[in-house]
């Protein structure tokens, strides 16, 4: 059974457009997150939500929103794609919110946008 | 934010050899992992390990909190452990993690 999936895996599209990319998790875990992997390799967080509550937003810019429809769901949507949003976007989920916990991560979703 | 440190940043390896790899991190953390991530991309969890000693097959690791760093040991490699290996952490009070730039390993049969 997969723990943490992301749909779709891979997503090409052009400059402009709105794209979202979803993510579940089976855990029964109460946080999840959404980290950006750079063309260099670099993981960096950009969203973290606890019980459907935002608790992390780092310097991303507003066309990324992040949405939890419960705590199993974290929703990436991107408006107005840009060339330097290519990259591949995880989806990370963990116990417990409170107290840094094992986080598991999804299979990554490789976004092109030309 | 915290800050981590991997070294090397590349190496390789012949098959059966036995490796090394650092993490040092600028603060006291309670969550460090290890994560191997394989040429498909996938990010797979090696070790979850604030601090002691574990062990899973031919990895182990040790963390020593005190004095702010994690090793990484592989042994007898073989050339599924190509790959990149992150070390990432979380400080005190906080939910990300921060990785580190990673070792890329390449084991040559």
């Known amino acids: 059974d997969t723990a943490v999936s992301q749909t779709p895996k891979y997503l090409v599209t052009q400059m402009g457009n709105d794209k979202s990319i979803k993510c579940e998790q089976n855990l029964g875990h109460d946080t999840m997150y959404w980290y950006k992997q750079d063309s260099k390799k670099f993981l960096k967080i950009m969203f973290s939500?606890?019980?459907?509550?935002?608790?992390i937003n780092e310097t991303v810019p507003n066309r990324f929103s992040p949405k939890s429809p419960d705590k199993a769901h974290l929703n990436l949507h991107i408006n107005s794609l840009e060339l330097g949003d290519s990259a591949v976007y995880f989806c990370?989920?963990?116990?417990?919110?409170?107290?840094?916990?094992?986080?598991?991560f999804g299979p990554g979703t490789r976004l092109t946008v030309l | 934010g915290i800050q981590v440190e991997q070294s090397p940043p590349d190496l390789i390896l012949q098959e059966g050899a036995n490796s090394t790899l650092r993490c040092n991190f600028s603060?006291?953390?309670?969550?460090l992992q290890w994560f191997h991530q394989n040429p498909w991309g996938q990010l797979i969890n090696l070790f979850y390990i604030p601090s002691g000693t574990k062990q899973n097959g031919r990895l182990s690791a040790t963390t020593v909190a005190t004095e702010r760093y994690s090793l990484l040991y592989i042994s007898s490699s073989q050339t599924t452990d190509s790959g990149v290996y992150f070390c990432a952490v979380a400080g005190s009070n906080d939910y990300k993690l921060s990785f580190g730039a990673g070792t890329t390993v390449t084991v040559r049969a």
């Open positions: 603060d006291s953390v309670n969550n």
């Open positions: 939500y606890n019980n459907k509550e935002l608790i």
């Open positions: 990370a989920s963990s116990r417990i919110g409170q107290v840094a916990n094992e986080q598991f």
